[in-house]
């Protein structure tokens, strides 16, 4: 049983001090809690866990915190794909729910699974999502100033559990002051990606990460016999030919745990039980 988190980049150009080690002790606490809640649930469960507790924390761009769009409205993306299945289920451009992570498991039981915009709203307000806004100061204020912080705080968990199956979920705000109407990674296959082989989570900008089909690259070559550490070298050299910008996260099926290569400044945690490893 391993999991590993990550809650997008951390710049010392643009961050405090307080925020990097409130970034640090936020992220133990929810990959320990996490970890207790796979120590009785599958990896499938515990992502969707503990993504929505990721949501939850206003220091992320992601569910309650997340940033604002160029006309002024929040809207959110998230997604989850059982590495067992392999069936993803998405929301993308969801507004006014607390926790787009549990719509998009909610779906997983449908034969629509990604669902967007208004039809995304109606159906979580059919299945009991109250109407809840996820703004919070801070950032309407860095919206009425102008600042864009790019979207550093996606949001993403992926699982091991103690049968060896593997599950990922990822949940944003997107960039920050796009257009209405874009389209976020987190709920595509490029950043989000799970089979029985490898689980991988993206963070990062999203046109980059499409571009790249970065957390598909990474999947496919570990289910071809790649190792986590040349699969991640061989997608992110690519992405550096296209000049792109991202961070991810992995487990492979015998529990190796990886995200170098990816980003230095990504911000990330794992635990299996003894070993906890975060950012610095
Ligand atoms: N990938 C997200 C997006 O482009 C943003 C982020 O990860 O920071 O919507």
């Known amino acids: 049983m391993k999991i590993i988190i990550h809650g997008g980049f951390f710049s010392e150009s643009d961050q405090s001090h307080e925020v990097k080690v409130a970034k640090q002790n936020s992220l133990k606490e929810i990959a320990k809690k996490a970890y207790q809640y796979l120590e009785t649930h599958s990896a499938f469960e515990t992502v969707a866990y503990a993504v929505s507790l990721l949501e939850d924390d206003e220091l992320y761009n992601a569910g309650t915190g997340s940033q604002i769009q160029s006309d002024g409205i929040i809207r959110m993306s998230a997604a989850m794909m059982d590495g067992e299945t392999q069936k993803m289920s998405g929301v993308i451009n969801i507004r006014d729910v607390k926790n787009p992570i549990l719509v998009a498991k909610y779906l997983m039981k449908e034969d629509d699974r990604v669902l967007g915009g208004n039809g995304a709203k109606k159906y979580a307000s059919e299945h009991g999502f109250e109407n809840y806004s996820t703004e919070i100061p801070q950032r309407r ?140």
């Open 141 to 280: 204020k860095e919206y009425v100033a102008k600042l864009n912080n790019g979207g550093k705080g996606t949001v993403g968990c992926v699982a091991i559990d103690r049968e060896g199956k593997l599950a990922v979920a990822t949940s944003t705000g997107g960039k920050g002051f796009e257009l209405p109407g874009r389209i976020s990674d987190s709920a595509t296959v490029a950043g989000n990606y799970a089979n029985e082989f490898c689980a991988v989570s993206c963070t990062g900008v999203g046109e980059d990460i499409v571009s790249n089909a970065t957390a598909t690259k990474i999947v496919t070559r570990v289910t071809d016999g790649m190792d986590l550490e040349e699969a991640f070298s061989k997608t992110f050299t690519e992405l550096k030919k296209i000049d792109g910008f991202a961070g991810a996260i992995a487990i492979d099926q015998s529990g190796n745990l990886y995200h170098k290569d990816s980003h230095p400044t990504m911000v990330f945690a794992s635990f299996d039980g003894e070993n906890f490893e975060s950012f610095k």
